[in-house]
């Protein structure tokens, strides 16, 4: 595993910023790939002085969001049906694409940001929003901000545990953790909320007509 590491940071190094950018590019689309693979040994060049912590966190997120648009494209020009039917030949099953449509139809465009930062989701959240017909502007800004939030997050744990891949680990399961309990938490906040609103709305209809038969 150490050698792997090594040919990972070294990989990194010789490709620099561009090879963050499509490591992440991949992550971010249909091909599965772990970005923890790219940000984190750039984190650890980042804190030794071989790379610039804020160009290697501005590929990463812009390699996420070039993925992303990808899969919007496909999921935009290519429409539900034709992604279905031939998602396979793109490791797309046909229970992950529903899975994050119901996700999209759920929370709307703000789950596009959201989506960033849960496991299994984060990779295909585009396309629903693609199929959809989201603007783009919105959820480049949504993907982005999403995307920038998880690589900040893995480019320091390079930074600061370095090459201690036995320290990464259960420090990023935990984050991992921490991440799904918020995002639940925030959606569960979300739709509280909006049920809370929908309820007082019902009630003033309810008033009002109750008032005009008076």
């Keep these: 595993m150490e050698e792997i590491v090594k040919w990972i940071v070294d990989t990194v190094g010789a490709m620099g910023y561009l090879g963050i950018f499509l490591m992440m590019f991949l992550e971010s689309s249909f091909f599965?790939?772990?970005s923890e693979v790219a940000m984190i040994p750039a984190g650890y060049l980042a804190s030794k002085g071989e790379?610039?912590?804020f160009w290697a966190f501005m590929a990463g997120a812009g390699g996420?969001?070039?993925g992303a648009i990808f899969n919007y494209?496909?999921?935009?020009?290519?429409g539900r049906p034709f992604i279905v039917k031939y998602g396979?030949?793109?490791f797309l099953k046909p229970e992950t694409i529903e899975k994050v449509e119901e996700f999209f139809q759920k929370y709307g465009p703000a789950s596009t940001f959201w989506g960033r930062l849960?496991?299994?989701?984060?990779?295909?959240i585009s396309l629903p929003a693609g199929i959809g017909k989201m603007p783009l502007l919105a959820f480049s800004i949504y993907t982005f901000l999403g995307a920038g939030i998880w690589c900040g997050v893995l480019l320091a744990m390079g930074y600061i545990f370095g090459e201690h891949e036995e320290?990464?680990?259960?420090?990023?399961?935990y984050l991992i953790g921490a991440i799904i309990i918020m995002v639940i938490a925030v959606f569960y906040y979300y739709r509280?909320?909006?049920?809370?609103a929908e309820k007082r709305f019902i009630e003033e209809i309810d008033s009002s007509a109750r008032n005009n038969e008076a």
């Design 32 to 34: 599965p790939f772990p």
């Design 51 to 53: 790379m610039s912590l």
């Design 64 to 66: 996420s969001l070039a």
């Design 73 to 78: 494209a496909l999921g935009h020009k290519l």
């Design 88 to 90: 396979k030949y793109l």
């Design 118 to 124: 849960l496991p299994g989701i984060r990779q295909y």
């Design 167 to 173: 320290q990464i680990k259960p420090v990023l399961h």
């Design 192 to 196: 509280r909320k909006n049920k809370i």
